[in-house]
């Protein structure tokens, strides 16, 4: 047993550490901000991730022969970890989801195609899984594909489509099989966002984000853009999910909050007195160090299973996700709890604590817990699949 | 980073579930409840036997010098068996003060006797109406020629009846002492007190109780620094002992709602019930990662100020929350005496009281993050 990175974890640690530092931008890297998605699509981000490719620091872990090191996923872990220490972007959906399904499932074609790229930080992604009548029962997606001449046709509508609006390829679910049951009816697709096909249109969310509604109408996707065998779509959705699950959800921005709301309940006041003493306020502030100590626990239990090899390690990804994610909620919930009136200050504005990270916070975590599979699924993915409970619900 | 264990470590776990199966069964568990001396001397006698007693007591004084990631190994075990023996006040609590202040004549007496079972030790330390902290510390040492004299009550003392020295926390001029007395000396009184988990506990009274200058642990008034520094080892095994507990109560409760049939389905293909099992399984494994940082950290020379008294926050609190759950789930019969879950329940809530309650935890994890 050792808590402790390896030396050279270690090094990598701080070379990564000190590589953020030196590359600091007060555009890409806000403290004061959320920092998860909503500077997507400027072109300060996009060159922000260049530098990270540039560093060789995309797909760390994926074979060498497509580019990667072959090194084990606990760098990529450290990498995450650091950037969002520094409030930088996240290296997000390409290298984490897309690339490593291509690698185990895609054609040489598609590798030639996209690898490179995406290890290059030359393009964006969306993901298209969800519809109004497929969120938490994702093999339900009715988006139709029929057999044509080279390819098929796509017509229907997906929903929750995140960076829609800016992204260059499009990673979506369609059925190709109406016969089919519901699970292996599926295939996945590769599709160019600027097909004239395609209708994008924004949802407004309570959080920073803006997010999508995505339209089909009569979209030809040639044979070559199917990713993998037909029918096999919900099983590489399933393995991309337990992927992202961790890959997007890293504990960091968490930790970071925590971090930032002890710095300033050591020097805040209230009517003169030192908020940190009042006992309510400490009550509050050791429980949260406390469950983010737990959280990490759960972080590093998963990181140190995936490392093992094979298939992501599951139960450790769904107890992790289902844990951190609430009390993620929960220490934005008490931040205002302590802050009190002035937790209400709209996030930006000099006059709130923390110029109102906490208030952007509140909003924006809310889909924590409902994103990547809500805390429903991951507990009846642990219900089942960890205590063995009877497969009814 | 690696959560593995060695495969040393793997054995001692393995052994002490072992043990404990064979010689802590839930019918033994049963026979001790509200025994006036608390263990069996089987079970006594195999720990003893395979070293288990002396775990953690130095080699040089006859022990296995083991670290207290090795220990919190055992003290899982023994939560998941509710194996009932004096360890914790012997070898750890006593053990680990004589071990950290004792003096030369103090260890050579004590440690070896520990370490084979020989002698019990236990600390005399909270007293009636009075809280956790060191001001809760008053029951009175008076200087006395060469020696002293010791007034006062205590309470919550386990395994005393059987012990051969009480550790007594006692209120002296320079602060708080740590004295050896021998529960035979004129003066002491003990009576049991019934618990909720049945453990065998006293109150002990001391009148005009003459101890000698050489009965002191350390210098005058190290006292609660010499315990405090016990305790915070103490508290990392009896968050693992919870972790054991809890993981105990629920596999037996996810067994029977895969059986116990209502509206004809398995009581677990109901979700309701479902996610509470889901959620207190996140809760425990999440927590036995905690103990396992705390104690590697301990074992690595690491402080632990913050992180020991986390994990017995965390993992007792886990234990019980997660047996009233598992009592909801068993529906009536949990309720009776008859069935095992109820064991788990009564005894969690006691771990959690008891050793340094779940405020006194906070406030020192506050201190810790608050006003360092
Ligand atoms: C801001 C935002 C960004 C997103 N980005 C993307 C994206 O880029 N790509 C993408 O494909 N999707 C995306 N999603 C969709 C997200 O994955 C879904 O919202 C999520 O899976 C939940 O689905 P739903 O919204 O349809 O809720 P529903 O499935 O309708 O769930 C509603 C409630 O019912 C519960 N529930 C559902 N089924 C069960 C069950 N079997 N047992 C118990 N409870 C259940 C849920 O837990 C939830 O509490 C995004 C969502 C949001 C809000
Ligand atoms: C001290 C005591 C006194 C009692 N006195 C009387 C009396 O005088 N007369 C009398 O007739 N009865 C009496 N009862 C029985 C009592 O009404 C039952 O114990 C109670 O109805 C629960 O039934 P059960 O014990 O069979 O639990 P179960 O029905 O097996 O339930 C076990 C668990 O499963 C849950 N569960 C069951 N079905 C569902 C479902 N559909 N959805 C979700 N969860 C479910 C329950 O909520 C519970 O958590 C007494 C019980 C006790 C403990």
């Known amino acids: 047993m050792d808590f402790d990175f390896t030396p050279e974890e270690q090094a990598f640690a701080d070379k990564v550490d000190k590589w953020l530092v030196d590359n600091h931008d007060p555009v890409v890297m806000d403290p004061t901000r959320e920092n998860f998605t909503q500077l997507a699509d400027t072109p300060e981000r996009r060159a922000f991730m260049k530098k990270l490719a540039a560093q060789r620091w995309l797909g760390m872990s994926w074979p060498k022969e497509y580019g990667g090191q072959e090194i084990e996923g606990v760098y990529e872990y450290i990498l995450n970890e650091a950037l969002a220490k520094h409030s930088a972007p996240q290296i997000g959906k390409g290298v984490g989801i897309i690339g490593k399904t291509l690698i185990r499932h895609g054609s040489d074609f598609l590798k030639k195609e996209f690898l490179p790229k995406i290890l290059n930080a030359e393009v964006e992604f969306a993901v298209g899984y969800s519809e109004p009548q497929a969120g938490s029962d994702a093999a339900n997606m009715q988006l139709k594909a029929d057999k044509v001449e080279g390819g098929w046709n796509l017509n229907g509508q997906k929903i929750w489509t995140t960076s829609a609006h800016f992204a260059d390829w499009y990673w979506v679910g369609a059925r190709t099989d109406q016969d089919a049951s519901k699970h292996t009816g599926l295939s996945l697709f590769l599709i160019p966002m600027k097909d004239k096909g395609l209708e994008v249109v924004s949802l407004p969310t309570i959080g920073k984000d803006t997010t999508n509604q995505v339209f089909f109408n009569d979209v030809f996707v040639p044979d070559e853009y199917m990713v993998g065998t037909p029918g096999m779509g919900f099983q590489y959705i399933s393995e991309a999910l337990d992927l992202e699950r961790f890959t997007m959800f890293t504990l960091s921005p968490s930790t970071e909050r925590a971090r930032l709301l002890i710095e300033w309940a050591k020097e805040a006041k209230r009517d003169d007195r030192q908020i940190k003493d009042d006992p309510n306020v400490r009550r509050l502030i050791a429980r949260i160090v406390t469950d983010q100590a737990v959280a990490k626990g759960l972080s590093v239990r998963f990181v140190c299973a995936a490392r093992k090899g094979g298939k992501p390690p599951t139960i450790q990804s769904s107890q992790y996700k289902l844990f951190a994610t609430a009390l993620s909620q929960r220490v934005c919930k008490d931040a205002l709890d302590i802050q009190g009136a002035a937790g209400q200050i709209r996030e930006g504005q000099d006059e709130g604590p923390i110029r109102g990270r906490f208030e952007g916070a509140y909003r924006a975590t809310v889909v924590e817990t409902i994103g990547g599979g809500s805390s429903e699924i991951q507990k009846n993915i642990i219900a089942r699949r960890h205590l063995g409970l009877p497969k009814n619900f | ?372």
């Open chain 2, 1 to 372: 980073m690696n959560l593995d264990f060695s495969e040393e470590q793997q054995m001692i776990t393995d052994m002490a579930r072992a043990m404990f199966e064979e010689h802590s069964d839930m019918d033994a568990v049963r026979k001790l409840e509200d025994d006036p001396k608390g263990y069996s001397d089987g079970l006594w006698k195999q720990m003893a036997e395979s070293g288990l007693l002396g775990l953690t007591i130095p080699a040089e004084h006859g022990g296995g010098g083991q670290s207290l990631l090795e220990a919190a190994l055992v003290y899982e075990e023994l939560g998941r068996a509710l194996a009932s023996v004096p360890h914790f006040v012997s070898a750890i609590m006593s053990g680990g003060m004589l071990t950290e202040a004792g003096n030369d004549a103090q260890k050579g007496a004590w440690l070896p006797k520990i370490a084979t079972g020989e002698a019990i030790l236990t600390p005399a330390w909270l007293e009636p109406d009075r809280g956790y902290g060191p001001v809760g510390v008053q029951l009175a040492a008076k200087a006395d020629g060469d020696g002293f004299v010791l007034n006062g009550t205590k309470q919550h003392v386990y395994f005393a009846s059987s012990a051969d020295r009480l550790i007594v926390l006692a209120r002296t001029d320079a602060g708080i002492d740590l004295f050896l007395v021998d529960p035979k000396a004129g003066g002491v009184e003990m009576r049991q007190i019934l618990s909720q988990s049945a453990d065998a506990q006293y109150r002990v009274t001391f009148s005009n109780v003459k101890v000698s200058a050489d009965d002191r642990i350390s210098a005058a008034g190290s006292g609660w620094a010499t315990f405090e520094t016990a305790m915070y080892d103490g508290i990392v095994l009896l968050a693992a002992q919870a972790v054991g507990g809890a993981n105990k109560a629920l596999d037996i409760t996810a067994d029977y709602c895969k059986i116990r049939t209502q509206f004809d389905k398995p009581l677990g293909a109901f979700q309701a019930l479902a996610h509470y099992l889901a959620d207190a399984s996140t809760r425990i494994d999440g927590g036995r990662v905690l103990v396992h940082e705390a104690a590697w950290s301990r074992a690595n020379g690491r402080s632990i100020r913050r992180l020991a008294p986390m994990a017995k926050l965390f993992c007792c609190e886990t234990y019980a929350d997660a047996t009233r759950m598992c009592e909801q789930l068993w529906g009536g019969v949990g309720f009776t005496l008859e069935y095992d879950v109820q064991l788990y329940f009564r005894r969690s809530k006691q771990l959690q009281l008891s050793w340094w309650d779940t405020p006194y935890l906070e406030e020192l994890v506050a201190v810790d993050v608050l006003d360092s």
